[in-house]
């Protein structure tokens, strides 16, 4: 330091300057550029350093440089001995768990309790699977339960188009919509869905739960809306419109007049939404939706419907129930899966730029939610120009062929078959300990999987095995299980007659 600079830390040390601010003397001291800058304010010093300037050298800031790393491993971590939680943590996981207990007990006790099964699904052997017995051997059993209607799941173009996206692009999306997760998959699909449903636009999600729990509740709290829904729904429809927190009606399934009598009856200047399925998942039952959408516009309502199990299956292009019907343009909101007759995963909306666009800024299921990977999306496009041409419906032939023939040969063995028109073939039961016991001889005997359904899925005194039969099955393989169901029938004395309710 300058002479002249030691001159006026003496000083300013001696007795405390007015422009010194709040500084401590020791810092100054210890940071000669702003030692030097103070002393500029003061009258006094600043006079005299102006008049000595020239013969103060200049003096480079000293900064400290961090360590220099030279190699990753000094990066990993420590493994660290973790602490005893204690009496007091051990208590109350234990408070806790013994309530998880007893509800679990519960569902044993009444049924319901449901054991995942682990299938290694054979993509060269559709619709063949390896399933684990009790003494931890392999067998091969036949699948009578996939959703995966139409085999696209191992569709040669479709699995070569996957894996050389994730070549390209890996296996992850990277993030949300918003944050480094759209990638031009993603919009070539939303623009291919938007297409196939004749809408201006589509929105895509994690999966179709999502998108009907979004969608409803946020266009629902956006239109300050009263929700009208049918008693079927789906249980994502259904938390749509819990979590929307609006007024709602539930009117009979499938029943029009009960429908109209509910908005006869509501507030002609409030908003309104009508909320029903095309097929429906475990009744296989079809809405009348010409019907609905009519009414619903009578009464000024949007129509919301959810075309799940019925697109890739239905219509010319597998657009759904609402196109093979000519009606798509009296359908509002449609929403839609990948994961079912496109072989994949995931979900969608579609309809007017402006209802999608309300969707996508105020969703938080869609905001918040890391995005489908772009092999996904890019596999998906495919499966959808597969199914919307030659090929596709070449496949929908032989599909409907198959459920027909399966349903044709129930009946005519005298089992229960629901009343169904769609591909989806219920058979009654009635009981939950009787369906979990036909669903487990079934596998275990004679290598036959088809999945018990029971509550909450149905109501009590619902429960049913629901049947799939795809374009892979033959008609052997429908006479083998036919003739299994008899036996097991028989062997259970399981009722044969079916009373549809009222």
Not at 101 to 116: A, G, L, M, N, P
Not at 360 to 373: A, D, K, M, N, Q
């Amino acid at each position: 330091m300058s002479t002249l600079m030691k001159t006026a830390a003496v000083t300013m040390s001696m007795a405390k300057c007015p422009f010194l601010g709040g500084e401590t003397l020791k810092f100054l001291r210890q940071n000669p550029k702003l030692l030097k800058s103070t002393a500029f304010k003061c009258p006094i010093m600043g006079s005299l350093m102006t008049k000595g300037l020239a013969s103060i050298p200049f003096q480079k800031e000293v900064v400290e440089k961090p360590p220099i790393v030279t190699k990753s491993e000094d990066f990993i971590p420590v493994p660290i001995p973790q602490k005893v939680a204690g009496e007091k943590a051990e208590a109350v996981h234990q408070k806790y768990d013994n309530v998880f207990s007893d509800k679990i007990e519960k569902k044993k006790e009444d049924h319901t309790y449901r054991v995942f099964r682990v299938l290694s699904r054979d993509a060269t052997k559709f619709p063949y699977a390896v399933s684990r017995n009790d003494t931890g051997e392999n067998e091969q059993v036949s699948v009578w339960c996939s959703n995966d209607y139409l085999g696209m799941s191992h569709h040669p173009r479709v699995v070569n188009t996957a894996i050389s996206a994730i070549t390209k692009h890996g296996v992850g999306a990277g993030g949300t919509r918003n944050i480094a997760g759209t990638s031009h998959y993603h919009e070539k699909l939303e623009d291919r869905l938007a297409t196939l449903h004749q809408k201006e636009a589509a929105l895509v999600f994690s999966s179709c739960y999502v998108a009907n729990d979004t969608a409803l509740q946020t266009l629902g709290r956006t239109l300050n809306a009263e929700i009208y829904s049918d008693s079927g729904n789906h249980a994502s429809m259904i938390a749509g419109i819990r979590n929307s927190r609006l007024p709602k009606q539930v009117f009979k399934h499938n029943n029009v007049d009960h429908l109209e009598e509910m908005l006869a009856k509501s507030d002609p200047d409030r908003a309104k939404i009508v909320a029903f399925e095309s097929v429906y998942s475990m009744t296989g039952t079809m809405s009348p939706i010409e019907d609905i959408c009519d009414i619903a516009h009578k009464h000024g309502a949007l129509t919301f419907i959810d075309e799940v199990h019925a697109v890739g299956l239905y219509g010319a292009t597998g657009a759904g129930l609402a196109e093979e019907r000519g009606i798509l343009n009296k359908v509002d909101i449609i929403t839609g899966t990948l994961g079912k007759a496109y072989g994949l995963v995931g979900g969608y909306i579609a309809g007017s730029n402006s209802l999608v666009d309300v969707v996508r800024s105020y969703g938080s299921g869609l905001i918040f939610t890391t995005s489908l990977p772009p092999s996904t999306a890019a596999a998906a496009i495919e499966s959808i120009n597969v199914l919307a041409g030659k090929e596709g419906q070449e496949l929908r032939g032989r599909h409907r062929y198959a459920y027909t023939m399966l349903r044709n040969k129930l009946i005519a063995s005298n089992l229960p078959v629901m009343e169904c028109p769609s591909h989806i073939v219920p058979l009654h039961i009635g009981n939950a300990e009787k369906s979990k016991q036909v669903m487990e001889i079934l596998l275990n005997r004679y290598k036959i999987y088809v999945q018990a359904i029971n509550y909450p899925t149905v109501p009590r005194g619902s429960e049913l095995l629901r049947l799939v039969a795809t374009p892979s099955h033959t008609l052997p393989m429908m006479d083998y299980l036919v003739g299994c169901l008899n036996y097991v029938w028989d062997e259970l004395d399981i009722s044969r007659d079916y009373n549809p309710p009222k």
